[in-house]
């Protein structure tokens, strides 16, 4: 498998700009198609009519270095809507395909996310967590399953579900480590040693390492915690942190935020910053049903961009964090829309005092 970088560059023609175009037609009517069905795609033609940025070329979620190593490739971006026709796709929930990525979520702009996004905040608040100590790890246990795509395009594969572990440093001063199933343990921010000499001649000595400084694109745990609690501060930093990481600012960080949420422990007070500060980006909808990679049901915060749809699974009764998914909106060279491409599940957080060390059972 081959991947490339979260950075690209877009090239328009008559066959990209195509797309859109078709968009802007009205839509024919559907034989037998339930009149609640119909205004769906009659508003996601609309929302559609409204897109400006430019599509096409395969557009991969880049893998960070402090975690998912394999991550979601979002295929080449193809015309979901021909002349004369409307393509109606019925997601379901069996292996490859979603519940719901366009129909199912609110109207972008209603206050409905951001007041769900409000009450995961509140749950957030309360929520009681130990300190974790500088020395100590962050231990973080999940399902997980991320598609991949050779660099000659095609359907992308999707690997069945497999267990990850992770151990974070806290303070980021030590290696962590990555153990995947079906993968050779992985050491994390253990970067080659380098040596000096002190004169011509002399035992080369191993130069002393200087803690990188961690950030919103590779955080500690010591970072997270010291976050803004103040929702706007807070979303201005990510957007600052994370500029020039994609074309979509938005979208940039909706899924800083989600990284964020899936792989740290972030204090209680600053887990309800972070979903209030999503409740800020424009976009953001709710997804009625939705499953994580552990086949546990909830409901779901989503945003759609450049043809997939990334989804943040909560528990419905106690608004936990349960995990994500990513969802193709549109059919392209990669797959039909509704091709789950990307999926996890949030199953333990802990402070443990090594890495490699499992801790007992508790919920994230």
Known sequence: MNFTSRRRTHHRSEETERPGLNALLPPPPVPGMEPDRELLLKEALMNKATVTEPRGGLTPRASRPRRRLVQVMVPAIACALAVGGIAVVNLTDSPGHGTTAVAGGRTPGTSEAAQLLDRIALAAAGKKQPTVGADQFVYIESKVAYAGQSA??????????????????????????????????????????????DSRGATPKQRTSHKKAASVSDPTHEYVASLPTDPDALLKLIRDETHGQGQDPDQRAFTAIGDLLAETWAPPQVGAALYKAAAKIPGVTVIDAATD????????????????????????????????????????????????????????????????????????
């Open 293 to 364: 990679a552990a086949g546990r049901k909830g409901i779901a915060v989503a945003r759609t961009a450049r043809g997939q749809q990334t989804q943040w699974v909560f528990d419905r009764s106690t608004y936990a964090f349960l995990g994500e998914r990513t969802v193709l909106t549109e059919s392209g060279d990669a797959g039909p829309a509704g091709t789950v491409v990307g999926t996890s599940a949030v199953l333990t957080k802990a402070a443990v005092d090594r890495t490699g060390e499992t801790p007992a059972p508790t919920k994230a």
């Open 152 to 197: 000659g395009g095609g359907k992308v594969t999707m690997p069945s579900v497999h267990t990850r572990q992770v151990w974070l440093s806290a303070d980021g001063s030590r290696p962590g480590l990555l153990r995947e199933e079906g993968e050779p343990d992985s050491s994390i921010g253990d970067d080659a040693p380098v040596y000096e000499l």
